[in-house]
């Protein structure tokens, strides 16, 4: 009836069939008509593009973690899977593949280009859902799914339409990150600050009415100063104070522009004038944008925003002749060269700086003028804010509210079109004379152009036919965005509508996953029960992108948050402390990992490392680590099964006759609370670490020692009574820990249990003191408490393992002599004695120990040579004591901690604590042999 056990576990077979088991049997799957209580958890969506790596690992692991521990609680348990659209990974894939087949999308149309890439979807898209199945993830897999099915998909129109006409949604002409080589914006998380090798130039502006004088200015980009609008200064700046409303001559441009006066500057940096190119750069669109209506502005060309660059980042006709067409950085040799031979070059130098790059493209990214679709963030932010400061939803740790409220209250408009054709097209069509309607179909656009221009005729070109801006075989409008050509007419008396040709961001779909995914706008029975979620647990990295967004959307269309827990994990770092990435080389590999070790390995290392605040400093060594506990495990569980250690009906270890055995049934009910505490907490750490002391400390190194000569000796009561106590711990220690380590707790629960049952559909561990035996704790914990005592002085001072000594006991009370009595065969195995006295002199040569109110005198004349001993740990002590002084030098040290990376602090602080407890046991190990 119940399966046998091989004497070493192999992973691979028994995740692979435990795993086929579950999902098989719907152990994964929710239930709406449930009485149970509901927990539900959003997964976020991983890339349909995606490959598995350390930390989807992470955070995968985290909250496959919290599903199988309330299903264990009886909870109606929903982790919604699903995948995203990953709008530029995906139609970048699917763009190489053409470029292999010497295939140009643009050449083939949007249609044909779709259906290749939902082709490429179909066949290679379930990669990660794959590779999530490997580390043992649990999700309700039968309702995955996909950013842009059908369902989701008419989430997404609506709620585009809803905001559009609440005002919260418009067109509108501002800076965007703009990748010139993929020709879309693209959002601040598609943005890689790469360090390069540069220069920073200083220009002479030459004043105009004095050209003789000049103000100098600094820029890493030179080719951007012929679009520049003024120069600003600090209005405290007493250098330039009697400068502010003159003229500068903006050289090569030969354009005037003036000097005025804004915060943004700073004094102390550079010459403490700045060249604002409003066109170009952020920070300076933003003093542009408080000084737009001053008619210093106002009388320039375009406002004062002069955009430079054509879309692939080549100088346009608003550059001087000599340099349209060339290319970005062709114009900025050119510029340079043309600058010296007027010797307005002030100087040059050499830095390494700060390039935003994309990080699909790996091309320098442009802030870029140009018409995009924008959401109103700031309204949105207003009841997301709100809700976080009223507690209706909480980050976990709380540090990071204060980050979310930094970025929420500073709120920008959220550019929300992308320049590809991979995504949710926007559901906007245009008329002839580019009168825009926002609609949820064509046909509903249609009937509303009709009614525009039924009430608003517009002017007929020749021949009597209203014409529209016809669309091309790719659906979208010829010409640039925003200023199409005219096209061919329709027929006669009909309207040509022409579609937006721009997608959505791919943050504004997932911005509605948590009830997009239960059937919204449907109001389906899912979402009546599972929305709002419990908890989300996600990377600090995207709380702007996704946690903000889905707060917003979630309050606004549904008046309610979407989760009423944001729990907030770290990155995974290198050993060290350093990013993974793969020019490094410092890449771990999560499916070679569990290739290797194990996915439960894996699994329990990275729970064990998650400390709330750190990062995870993750090495192969701890996922060995990892390994080693389970075969700990693996072992303690063949030794019971092999010890005749079975389940028994109605047993009962609260109520056993042997001691230890009560004692153990306290410690795995002590065990339970705090692992159950730990989880509500979300302290993934205190749970893995408690467990792992609970069963290699308490279970494998102390209980199974006490019972080893009941578990081999004679039969009769207190034999049979030990081999149930034994499996009775052991099962529910398997409980415990099927939440961290499912597949190896299933397999070895499964020995001993019903192997037609599973055990992650069994209820948790039971928690509470009431029937806890206090005595019997306090009475093992001590005798434990004398053993650990005498084996750390032998380790401390080079006892020899094999060494059997005496042991003089002064100061002991009743009650100590009765455990020392009752123990003793324990006490003399485990500790190697080879006498045990009381009340005796300390002879020369002696180390002391002391327990409470009761010192231990070990004689070690002949047994160590007591003088090398001796001189040995004051050499040691030496050494670690110089350690500890200068670790203590260079933390102490401003210099060092202020410029220092934080891993390299922490390391060192890490490091200081080590040497510290060392010093310690050093100085307890002399004061022993000195008493």
């Not at 004038?273 to 210093?296: C, G, L, P, Q």
């Not at 907030?568 to 999560?590: C, E």
């Amino acid at each position: 009836m119940y399966r046998g056990m091989e004497k070493t576990y192999d992973p691979a077979p028994a995740e692979a069939g435990h795993y086929k088991n579950w999902e098989n049997s719907g152990a994964f799957a929710c239930d709406p008509r449930s009485n149970a209580r509901p927990y539900t958890i959003m997964m976020p969506p991983p890339n349909v593009t995606g490959s598995l790596h350390m930390g989807h690992a992470l955070t995968f692991t985290l909250q496959d973690i919290l599903v199988r521990y309330r299903r264990m609680q009886g909870r109606d348990v929903l982790w919604q899977p699903g995948t995203d659209h990953a709008g530029i990974a995906t139609q970048m894939v699917v763009e190489r593949q053409l470029a292999e087949k010497k295939i140009n999308r643009r050449d083939m149309g949007r249609a044909a280009f779709l259906e290749k890439a939902w082709e490429w979807k179909e066949q290679s898209g379930g990669a990660i859902t794959r590779q999530l199945r490997r580390l043992g993830a649990s999700p309700d897999w039968a309702r995955e799914r996909f950013t842009m099915d059908p369902g989701l998909s008419r989430a997404v129109v609506k709620v585009f339409v809803r905001l559009y006409r609440e005002g919260l949604i418009y067109k509108d002409k501002r800076l965007v990150n703009w990748d010139p080589k993929l020709l879309t914006a693209i959002s601040d998380l598609e943005v890689e600050p790469r360090e390069v090798k540069g220069h920073m130039w200083h220009f002479r502006y030459p004043l105009a009415d004095d050209p003789t004088k000049y103000l100098c200015i600094a820029t890493t980009r030179p080719e951007t100063m012929l679009g520049d609008g003024a120069v600003a200064v600090h209005p405290s700046d007493e250098r330039y104070r009697h400068l502010v409303g003159k003229l500068v001559r903006l050289p090569l441009a030969e354009r005037l522009i003036p000097v005025i006066a804004d915060e943004y500057p700073d004094p102390e940096k550079g010459s403490g004038a700045v060249k604002i190119t409003a066109a170009h750069d952020f920070n300076d669109f933003e003093v542009w944008h408080r000084h737009r209506d001053r008619d210093y502005f106002r009388k320039q060309k375009d406002g004062g925003l002069i955009n430079l660059f054509t879309p692939d980042a080549r100088m346009n006709g608003n550059c001087p002749r000599q340099y349209q067409g060339l290319d970005r950085y062709e114009a900025r040799k050119r510029i340079v060269a043309d600058l010296e031979a007027e010797g307005l070059v002030d100087r040059i130098e050499n830095i390494v700086h700060a390039v935003p790059h994309g990080d699909r493209s790996g091309v320098v990214i442009e802030p870029y003028l140009t018409e995009q679709w924008y959401c109103d963030a700031k309204t949105l932010a207003g009841p997301a804010i709100k809700a976080v400061e009223e507690g209706r939803t909480v980050f976990v740790p709380r540090q990071w509210e204060n980050t979310y409220f930094e970025w929420m209250r500073n709120i920008q408009p959220w550019c929300i079109s992308r320049q590809l054709w991979w995504g949710h097209q926007i559901p906007a069509w245009y008329g002839p004379d580019g009168k825009c309607f926002v609609a949820e179909s064509e046909d509903e656009a249609r009937a509303e152009a009709e009614k525009w221009y039924g009430a608003h005729p517009i002017p007929l070109p020749s021949g009597g036919d209203r014409g529209g801006i016809a669309a091309n075989e790719s659906g979208g409008a010829l010409g640039s965005r925003e200023n199409p050509p005219p096209a061919s007419p329709g027929k006669k008396g009909e309207i040509v509508l022409t579609r937006d040709e721009d997608v959505l961001d791919t943050w504004f779909s997932s911005g509605l996953w948590p009830f997009s995914t239960l059937g919204w706008p449907e109001q389906t029975p899912e979402l009546a029960r599972y929305y709002p979620g419990d908890v989300l647990v996600t990377g600090f990295d995207i709380i702007f992108f996704w946690v903000a967004r889905m707060m917003m959307m979630g309050l606004h269309v549904m008046k309610d948050v979407p989760f009423r827990t944001v729990y907030i994990h770290a990155l995974v770092r290198d050993a060290k402390g350093q990013k993974m990435s793969k020019t490094k080389g410092n890449v771990i590999d999560p499916l070679e990992v569990i290739g290797t070790y194990g996915a439960d390995a894996l699994r329990f290392t990275l729970s064990s490392l998650s400390t709330p605040g750190r990062d995870v400093r993750l090495a192969e060594s701890r996922i060995a680590g990892g390994r080693n506990f389970a075969t700990k495990l693996w072992n303690a569980a063949r030794f019971c099964r092999m010890n005749g250690c079975a389940l028994k009906d109605g047993f009962d270890p609260f109520a056993a006759t042997q001691p230890v055995n009560r004692w153990i049934a306290g410690e795995v009910a002590q065990a339970a609370g705090a692992a159950t505490k730990a989880l509500d907490s979300y302290r993934f750490d205190e749970t893995a670490n408690g467990l792992y002391h609970f069963a290699w400390s308490v279970f494998c190194d102390w209980y199974l020692e006490f019972a080893k000569p009941l578990l081999q000796g004679e039969e009769g009561a207190a034999k049979a009574e030990t081999q149930a106590t034994a499996a009775w711990v052991l099962e529910r220690l398997m409980r415990l820990l099927h939440p961290v380590m499912p597949h190896m707790t299933e397999e070895i629960w499964q020995a001993f249990a019903d192997p037609s049952q599973t055990l992650m559909t069994r209820e948790w561990v039971e928690t509470g003191d009431a029937r806890i035996d206090n005595a019997a704790m306090n009475d093992v914990r001590w005798v434990i408490g004398v053993i650990s005592l005498v084996r750390s002085v032998r380790s401390e001072l080079n006892v020899p393992p094999g060494a059997q000594i005496p042991v003089i006991v002064n100061g002991a009370g009743e009650n100590e002599k009765r455990l020392l009595a009752g123990y003793r065969d324990f006490i003399f195995r485990l500790a190697r004695l080879a006498s045990l006295g009381f009340e005796g002199e300390s002879p020369e040569g002696s180390a002391q120990a002391v327990l409470g109110a009761t010192t231990f005198i070990l004689p070690l004349a002949g047994v160590i040579d007591l003088e090398a001993e001796r001189a040995r740990l004051e050499k040691e002590s030496k050494k670690v004591a110089d350690e500890v002084a200068r670790l203590n030098a260079k933390l102490g040290n401003p210099q060092f901690t202020g410029n220092a990376p934080p891993d390299v602090v922490e390391e060192h602080k890490e490091r200081l604590s080590a040497a510290q407890a060392t010093l310690s046991s050093l100085d307890a190990a002399k004061a022993r042999l000195k008493a």
